[in-house]
């Protein structure tokens, strides 16, 4: 699990577009990371939609939304577009990412026990530094959360 005050691990991801993501080309603004179960799923498409629905108020805090999910970058470009989705969504396929930031955990889901991605999100501030960490989280009503806690890191 990783710590609040810690530096953010880097990473380069390919998006939906297939061009690549670096952490490091964000220093100067913060960044919402956030890693989901699975494109077009319930909770995942509600978190999704949230995201892009407060996009304005992000850009106004000077703030980008990453999602992160082990789907592919073309599954990630129909579950853009079919939700008009306007958080950039990048492709763990391997996992790497996942594991770094702690998030590839074993799940139990009706006695069967498999590993999969718990649904957390991470504050990153404009330094490179985690100043929020959320484990397990519920995914109604997230975004809006996440948008006064940045409010409140000035």
């Known amino acids: 699990m990783l710590q609040i005050g810690h530096p953010a691990p880097g990473f380069s991801l390919p998006d939906a577009d297939m061009e690549m993501a670096k952490l490091s080309a964000y220093k100067g603004k913060n960044v919402v ?5 699975k494109d077009d799923t319930p909770g995942c498409t509600i978190e999704a939609i949230d995201f892009s629905d407060l996009d304005n108020e992000f850009v106004r805090l000077d703030t980008v939304v990453l999602g ?23 492709a763990d ?7 770094k930031y702690g998030v590839w955990q074993e799940k139990e889901k009706d006695g069967v026990k498999k590993m999969g991605i718990l649904r957390s999100t991470f504050i990153i501030d404009k330094q490179g530094m985690l100043k929020h960490v959320f484990y397990g989280v519920n995914p109604r009503g997230h975004a ?9 890191m000035g």
Not at 69 to 89: E, M, N, P, Q, T
Not at 144 to 152: C, D, F, M, S
């Open 33 to 37: 990371l956030y890693f989901y179960p």
């Open 68 to 90: 992160v999910s082990r789907d592919d970058c073309i599954s990630h470009a129909a579950f853009r577009d079919k939700h008009g989705l306007s958080v950039r969504l990048l």
């Open 93 to 99: 396929e391997e996992g790497k990412v996942c594991e």
């Open 144 to 152: 809006a959360e996440i948008i006064n806690l940045i409010k409140k």
